[in-house]
């Protein structure tokens, strides 16, 4: 039986909340919720109602409510309440209020930055409003908004989008886009990157990413031209920056009202911080421990120039015994225990890499500062947990997370992110190592250790750390994962979860079965019911 994404919302929610399904957070059971769908315009619409009814909206000369019963559904309280094993009622009383947001569909504004089915996507947002969900992710892809010539935006489709939010009273959390969508697992649209990028890429293709082999990576632009003059006369930095002071001058009076509460920069493939060093789009497959991607003309130049400054001028070059995308690390000669990763060369290689990350991450952040002072920001990071049980961590390394069992990767990133007041986004928060040595034995796979080492990097600098599910989740053991992650049991500091985001709004989530058990967390997370209530403005005591 799997947990609902109502369950899970709830848990994140004081118990005052009035949408409770199935609540765990009480000793009691309330009645089964039931709930019916019916079509509209805009596809299946679900709502919940405290009493056993489905509420449907229906659209027409105003807006009215119809009550279903739940088709299907003759299970009574007992029997749900026998089937919950007894860690789902864990006590949250007393716990901090953890915001949830659930990210919006990839493909909610089309190419030509129009809102796609603004009524469907509506009534969809109305069903998140009615399980006290604070708000929605929303992508804001370069692709689109600059897509045609540089520094002319379109934020159109975006407009009508915050304006559809604002007016359910719902938050933002807004993702400063800068790579492209498609190719990787979970894009179900293609996105790439502007028009006038791609044709400077045509006649100079090391904009990209590139491997040891000379296969680009057009899902972003390489750290090495933050600096070079490429765009058209502009940095990459430049370039960003110049889009985000745009956004933020267009959508002045959401951050004045307050509906933008965060902003999420981009920085890399998929958003977050890391290099593209396991691409679909050039085999790799799961667990392989991908491939250093240093190999465009502008990095090498300044890797040539470390090695020179450090007075070995032939360490320049990447390493030459790394494998392939889809090896596995006892089958090279640098990521093998013993191997060169841990050499005079190997460390110095790796220290390079990774400041590479680190000062890419420096640069563009305090660009975002100035763009959008006084609002909060936030950087994703990615969990790479596949071979976290060796040694040398390789899938780690060629991402660019300098973090063999050794050395702590990832406290100079969560330094770097303390210095200009950034919080972390962290995903897999949901995952369970159990279940990877299940499926996949031979990865040494460790999601939870990862988890624990990332987020207690963070708290130690004293940033906020919120988090999202890495892949599609509907099911009770990996909503009680992100539970236990969110408000960690027993933690003398009470540390927590700043937010939490879940993957993503689609038809499987308002699914019967999936959206009654996760919205019981608020229910996709379990840790609402057990908030302090909101005092008069609208904030929650800490």
Known sequence: MAVSSVRLFNSLYPPCASLIAYSTLHSGFPNSLRYNSFRVKGGLVYSISGSSRVRALVKGKGERTEDYPLAGDSTDDKKVAESWPRSLQRDFAGTPYVPVYVMLPLGVIDRNCELVDPEG??????????????????????????????????????????????????????????????????????????????????????????????????????????????????????????????????????????????????????????????????????????????????????????????????????????????????????????????????????????????????????????????????????????????????????????????????ALIAAMLKKHGVALNFTCVELRTLNQHEGFPEAMADPEGLVWQVLNAAWDVSIPVASENALPCYDREGYNKILENAKPRNDPDGRHLSAFTYLRLNPALIERRNFVEGSNIRSPIELKNLLPPKGKDGRVAA
């Open 121 to 410: 996507l509506t009534n969809q947002l109305r069903i998140l409003k009615s399980v006290n969900v604070d708000g929605v992710m929303i992508d804001c892809w370069w692709g689109i908004v600059e897509a045609h010539a540089p520094q002319t935006y379109n934020w159109s489709g975006y407009r009508r989008l915050f304006q559809i939010v604002r007016d359910l009273g719902l938050k933002l959390q807004v993702v400063m886009s800068f790579h492209e969508c498609g190719g990787n697992v979970g894009d179900d649209v293609n996105i790439p990157l502007p028009q006038w990028v791609r044709e400077i890429g045509d006649s100079n293709p090391d904009i990209y990413f590139t491997d040891r082999e000379g296969r680009r990576n057009t899902e972003c632009l390489t750290w090495g031209i933050d600096k070079e003059r490429v765009l058209r006369g502009r940095t990459a930095v430049e370039v960003y920056f110049d889009y985000m002071r745009n956004f933020r001058v267009e959508f002045d009076d959401f951050f004045v009202s307050g509906v933008i509460a965060e902003i999420e920069v981009g920085m890399g493939p998929c958003g977050e911080l890391r290099y593209p060093s396991y691409p679909v789009k050039h085999g790799w497959k799961y667990p392989g421990i991908g491939e250093f991607q240093c190999y465009d003309k502008y990095l090498m130049k300044r890797l040539k120039k470390a090695a020179e400054i450090r007075g070995h001028t032939f360490w320049g070059r990447a390493p030459y015994n790394s494998g392939s995308y889809n090896s596995a690390p006892h089958e090279t000669g640098f990521f093998r225990d013993g191997g060169d990763y841990d050499s005079y060369y190997g460390r110095f290689f790796l220290n390079w890499y990774s400041q590479i990350l680190v000062d890419h991450g420096d640069r563009v952040l305090a660009l975002a500062n100035l763009a959008f002072e006084g609002t909060c920001i936030a950087a994703k990071l990615s969990g790479i947990h596949w071979w976290y049980k060796t040694a040398s961590h390789a899938a780690e390394l060629t991402s660019g997370f300098y973090n063999p069992a050794h050395r702590d990767g990832y």
